[in-house]
C-alpha cells in the first residue's frame, strides 16, 4: 500500500485506523501523548474526530498527516525475513540484535542475532550513524520501537524484521 492509498478521515473509527495503519497508536502517543495510559486512551469505537476533539487537538490536517507519516516510515523501515537472511548469506556487513528478553530467546532464536544488551548502550550509540542494524522481535512491534528510538538518536539505516520471528520461521 502506497501513502496514496492510506485514506485516513476523522469519521473513521480507531479500531479500523490501527488495522490499516498499525503505526498509528505509536504516532499519537508521541507526537500528542494519546493512547498511551488511561487518562489519555480511547476506545476503538472513537473516531478520530472525538479522539481529537477529547484531547483539544485542532489540525485535524495534521493528525491525518502524522499518521501517515508513521506508517509510510514504519513500512520503510521493515525488511522481509528473507532479505536479512540474504544479507547475512552474502557476508554483508550490518548488526542483527533480537530485542526479545532472555526468556523468549531461550525458546526460539533467529540465526545470526545477538541479544541487545540494554546495559551497553554506548556499545551501539558509538557505531557509525550510517552502519546497518536490523532489530527482531516476536511480532515486529518492538523491534520498530527501538528502531525509531535509533532513528531519533541520528541512526540512518537502522531496521525491523517485518512479521518478527514468527514470520522469520516462516519464512
Known amino acids: 500500500m502506497t501513502d496514496a492509498q492510506l485514506t485516513i478521515t476523522p469519521d473513521m473509527t480507531m479500531e479500523t ?6 503505526a498509528a497508536q505509536r504516532a499519537l502517543f508521541q ?12 476506545q476503538p469505537e472513537d473516531t478520530l474526530a472525538q ?15 502524522t499518521i ?12 522481509d525475513p528473507a532479505e536479512v ?3 547475512t548469506a552474502d557476508g554483508a556487513e550490518f ?21 541487545l544488551d ?12 550510517d552502519h546497518k542494524i536490523v532489530f527482531v522481535c516476536a ?12 532513528l531519533g538518536h541520528g541512526f540512518t539505516e537502522v531496521f525491523a524484521v517485518r512479521g518478527g520471528l514468527a514470520a522469520w520461521h516462516a519464512s
Open 139 to 150: 511480532n515486529g512491534d518492538r523491534s520498530l520501537d527501538v528502531a525509531s528510538y535509533f
Open 118 to 129: 540494554y546495559d551497553a548502550s554506548d556499545k551501539y550509540m558509538s557505531l557509525p550513524k
Open 31 to 42: 507526537r500528542y501523548h494519546v493512547g498511551g495510559c488511561s487518562a489519555c486512551g480511547f
Open 85 to 87: 537472511q540474504a544479507l
Open 17 to 22: 485506523i490501527l488495522q490499516v495503519a498499525p
Open 68 to 79: 501517515i507519516r508513521a506508517e509510510t516510515m514504519d513500512r520503510d523501515r521493515q525488511l
Open 95 to 115: 548488526t542483527f540484535l533480537d530485542v526479545r528478553t532472555p526468556d523468549e530467546r531461550e525458546a526460539a532464536a533467529a540465526e545470526g542475532s545477538e541479544p
Open 51 to 65: 479522539v481529537a476533539k477529547d484531547h483539544n487537538i485542532l489540525d485535524m490536517k495534521d493528525v491525518i498527516e
